[in-house]
């Protein structure tokens, strides 16, 4: 935890790295009176919400038919 607090890694760290990157192609191709572009522009955005009962049904069922299982009605 302590190394992590000095250089962070992991996949928040290696987005922010590809948005600037996009970004700076973006900004390096606008219109002159365009906005520059904003590297916050390019993080990806992940919802987390929870699953509801029929989706977790449904996966279910379909992760049972997948490795060849049957899926009893009811």
């Not at 904003?38 to 997948?66: H, L, N, W």
């Amino acid at each position: 935890m302590a190394f992590y607090s000095i250089e962070p890694f992991g996949s928040d760290t290696q987005y922010l790295g590809h948005a600037i990157t996009a970004s700076t192609i973006a900004n390096v191709n606008r219109g002159k009176n365009k906005k520059p572009h904003e590297v916050s522009e390019f993080m990806p955005k992940f919802e987390k919400r929870k699953q509801g009962i029929d989706e977790m049904m449904q996966f279910a069922e379909m992760m049972t038919v997948a490795n060849g299982g049957k899926v009893k009605d009811g």
